[in-house]
């Protein structure tokens, strides 16, 4: 009888641990994961990878320069399944953080053409123009 309550007890431990891990603001060893497979993520990694991002990354340089790169590498390589994520999980993300990095990028992207990208998907509509609104001001600003 003993020997089935431990059992259970470690396989719930186990398997909250495996499974339950939550994704933590700041986390660079999301940035690192994700920067290995740009290109090759999906749904879920592009997710977590959003789930890095939070007003609290602000005061942290190597992230903020980090994570503000790699968001244009991802949306530029998977902006479809970047968007569908961004989408899916509005409400678990910071969106109003990742508006303000798309919107004010650190490095010379090329805005024209990832706004091309961005208006071929087949997202929500709204999203997508808000998405496309924040990289005019990005373009705009880069003009400057």
Not at 32 to 57: A, R, W
Request: hydrophobic letters at 35%; one cysteine or more.
């Amino acid at each position: 009888m003993n020997f089935k309550i431990v059992f259970w007890t470690l396989l719930t431990l186990a398997s909250s641990s495996l499974f339950g891990q939550t994704i933590k603001k700041c986390d660079g060893t999301v940035l690192h994961l994700t920067s290995g497979k740009i290109g090759k993520l999906n749904q879920k990694e592009i997710t977590d990878f959003l789930l890095t991002f939070g007003k609290e990354c602000r005061d942290n340089v190597e992230y903020t320069e980090w994570s503000n790169e790699l968001l244009f590498d991802v949306l530029s390589n998977q902006t479809e399944l970047t968007l569908k994520a961004i989408q899916k999980e509005k409400n678990k993300i910071d969106f109003d953080e990742i508006l303000d990095v798309i919107s004010s990028p650190l490095l010379d992207e090329n805005i024209g053409k990832l706004k091309e990208k961005v208006k071929g998907t087949k997202v929500d509509a709204q999203l997508k123009q808000t998405i496309l609104d924040k990289l005019t001001i990005a373009q705009n600003s880069n003009k400057n």
